[in-house]
């Protein structure tokens, strides 16, 4: 295997918060390690266009707590082509890039490891993606800062929830995972989470209804993990019929979940795994994501990261079912 000079960056998909940071410690830890680093822009668009500078730790200073990516994002159609692939190729030939650097979700990984494979190309992952459901790391980036702005967003809500006596259902994102609406209802003190993990049917949600306004409690609030056949929107109008003596309103919180500055646990997640990633190269790891479990920086095969369901822990359910009475 050929000498890894020059290692190449990008973000890809949504973005998510402390995406910056990890592109900062990737490209400091590369430079510190004798490496040069090269950012693309605009994701795997810009590989097949050759949007590529080469990056400095001038280009990283005082990005740490910025929300966003500077180096953009998209999702490209082009790259999901052979065609649009072998341009990447190309130009990442063009630029003397030896080694790829992505950060990103399941589909940005996932077009990793298929140009990995049809290349023989260094692919190095990071789990950038406030959905928490890559496979083998505990925290993917921008996962808590999320979860703080959907439990912000949620105590908001909850006084005018109160001050109307209303029941809100309230949409969170979360792909096909549910961890993001399971753990700020717990933490926002929701009365129910509605997730891909555990169906409701017409008898839970009876069963919540009528748990949740008896005593004193006269409003409710449910987070309800985003989802194009039954989202809040759903949910709303199924107690709107069923128990019209109820005021339901719906509040889909939508991209504002994605923005803000990056919590601390955010920071040093992006951080240690973009070290990692650098790590990885120099001891010859090819085609992984670097992720961190119990506190310890692991690698993680691609096709493992993408293809294997992250486990639920059901022990959150009873939880809240228990601290919603």
């Given amino acids: 295997m050929a000498k890894i000079k020059t290692i190449g960056i990008l973000t890809s998909g949504g973005d998510a918060p402390g995406m910056n940071a990890a592109i900062r410690a990737v490209t400091r830890a590369g430079i510190y390690n004798g490496f040069s680093i090269k950012a693309v822009y605009r994701g795997y668009d810009g590989l097949i266009s050759g949007d590529i500078k080469p990056f400095t730790t001038e280009n990283v200073s005082g990005i740490i707590g910025q929300?966003?990516?500077?180096?953009?994002?998209?999702?490209?159609?082009?790259?999901a082509t052979e065609e649009g692939r072998q341009k990447a190729y190309d130009n990442l030939i063009k630029e003397g890039i030896d080694a790829l650097v992505v950060i990103g979700g399941n589909g940005s990984l996932t077009g990793a490891m298929t140009f990995a494979q049809e290349y023989d190309f260094c692919c190095i992952g990071l789990p950038g993606t406030i959905d928490n459901d890559l496979y083998g790391t505990d925290n993917t980036i921008g996962y808590d800062t999320t979860m703080n702005t959907i439990m912000e967003s949620v105590d908001r809500i909850r006084d005018t929830a109160q001050s109307h006596e209303r029941i809100f259902f309230i949409e969170v994102m979360g792909r096909d995972a549910g961890f993001l609406a399971q753990n700020s209802a717990i933490a926002s003190g929701a009365e129910a989470a509605i997730i891909p993990e555990d169906s409701t049917d017409v008898d839970q949600l009876a069963r919540f209804m009528e748990r949740g306004v008896r005593k004193s409690k006269k409003s409710c609030i449910v987070i309800v993990s985003e989802s194009p056949k039954c989202g809040a929107i759903y949910y709303a109008d199924r107690v709107r019929k069923e128990f019209p003596d109820f005021d339901v309103r719906v509040s889909i919180l939508g991209h504002l979940q994605r923005g803000g500055r990056p919590s601390a646990r955010d920071r040093i997640l992006a951080s240690r795994t973009g070290v990692g990633a650098i790590e990885a190269i120099l001891q010859g790891q090819r085609n992984i994501m670097i992720g961190v479990r119990n506190n310890e920086v692991v690698y993680v095969p691609l096709s493992e990261a993408i293809r294997s369901d992250k486990p639920f822990d059901k022990k959150?359910?009873?939880?809240?079912?228990e601290l919603s009475i």
């Avoid at 959150?316 to 079912?321: F, H, N, R, S």
């Fill in 67 to 79: 929300g966003g990516t500077i180096l953009k994002t998209a999702r490209s159609t082009a790259f």
């Fill in 316 to 321: 959150l359910i009873k939880v809240l079912d």
